[in-house]
C-alpha cells in the first residue's frame, strides 16, 4: 500500500525518558513533516524536511530533534520527555514544498503517534 | 497575525440531512485553502484544495466555497451518512511555508 506510516501507534514512557518516533512514506514525496496535536485536536507544524534538508524549525524545544536519513524518511526524538510532551504526533508528506509558489497538492498524514508521558 | 476560525465547534445532526461548516481567515497573502476530514483515531485526509481563482469545488457529497474577497469558506455536507463523523478541518496557505490550521468543527452524525 502506498502510504505513510508511522510506528508506533502508541507510546507511553516515564518522564525524563528519551523516545524515537519512525516515520516512512513510499509515496516519492520531497517533502516530510512532523505535526503535534494537542489535547483540543489543534494541529501545529513542528518540523519539515525537503529531500533530507531542514526547511521549518518552528519554535519546539530542542529536545525534540529530527532526523531525515533520506527522503523517505523522518524520524523525531525527544529526550527528556516531559508531561507537557503529551500528544498525538503526526508524520505527513507532500510532493513538493507547501508554500512553495504552485504547491497547491495536500498533505498525506500517517495515522498518528499517541504518545502518553507518566 | 494569520488566524483561521471554524464555526461551529461542534455539530450534531440527522442521518441524510444537509449541513455548511464555515472557516474565516486572515491569513495574507493567501496561496491556497484546504479542507481535511480527520476521524477519530486517524490522521487528517484532503477533501478540497482551492485557489485563489476558485469559488466552489466538489469531492463527492462535500462541496467547498471560498470567497476571498470576504476571506471565507465553507464546507457543505449533502446528505450526510454516519461515516461523515469526524473533525473538519479548514487550512489556509499564504505566501510562507508554514500553515495555519483551524481547531476543527467536530461533526456527530446520529442514525
Known amino acids: 500500500d502506498t502510504a505513510v506510516s508511522q510506528t508506533p501507534k502508541y507510546l507511553v514512557t516515564q518522564m525524563g525518558n528519551d523516545k524515537s518516533i519512525k516515520c516512512e512514506q513510499n509515496?516519492?514525496?520531497?517533502?516530510m513533516y512532523w505535526y503535534k496535536q494537542d489535547s483540543k485536536k489543534f494541529l501545529k507544524i513542528m518540523f519539515s524536511?525537503?529531500?533530507?534538508?531542514?526547511?521549518i524549525n518552528e519554535t519546539v524545544p530542542n529536545r525534540f530533534s529530527p532526523k531525515s536519513p533520506d527522503k523517505a524518511h523522518l524520524n523525531l526524538h525527544i529526550n527528556s520527555l516531559e508531561l507537557g510532551d503529551s500528544a498525538v504526533y503526526f508524520c505527513?508528506?507532500?510532493?513538493?514544498?507547501?508554500?512553495?509558489?504552485?504547491?497547491?497538492?495536500?498533505?498525506?498524514f500517517g495515522s498518528g503517534t499517541r504518545l502518553t508521558v507518566v | 497575525k494569520n488566524q483561521v476560525e471554524q464555526s461551529p465547534q461542534s455539530l450534531i445532526i440527522l442521518e441524510g440531512k444537509n449541513c455548511t461548516l464555515q472557516?474565516?481567515?486572515?491569513?495574507?497573502?493567501?496561496?491556497?485553502l484546504r479542507w481535511y476530514k480527520q476521524d477519530t483515531g486517524r490522521g487528517p485526509v484532503s477533501l478540497t484544495i482551492?485557489?485563489?481563482?476558485?469559488n466552489t469545488k466538489s469531492n463527492g457529497r462535500y462541496t467547498a466555497t471560498l470567497d476571498a474577497d470576504t476571506k471565507q469558506s465553507s464546507l457543505h455536507i449533502t446528505a450526510s451518512q454516519l461515516s461523515d463523523s469526524a473533525s473538519y478541518i479548514c487550512?489556509?496557505?499564504?505566501?510562507?511555508?508554514?500553515?495555519?490550521f483551524g481547531r476543527g468543527t467536530s461533526l456527530i452524525v446520529h442514525p
Open positions: 482551492m485557489t485563489f481563482s476558485e
Open positions: 509515496l516519492g514525496h520531497d517533502t
Open positions: 472557516c474565516n481567515y486572515t491569513v495574507s497573502p493567501f496561496s491556497n
Open positions: 505527513a508528506s507532500s510532493p513538493i514544498t507547501q508554500g512553495a509558489r504552485g504547491a497547491n497538492y495536500g498533505y498525506t
Open positions: 487550512v489556509v496557505h499564504g505566501g510562507s511555508y508554514i500553515p495555519t
Open positions: 524536511y525537503n529531500n533530507k534538508e531542514l526547511i
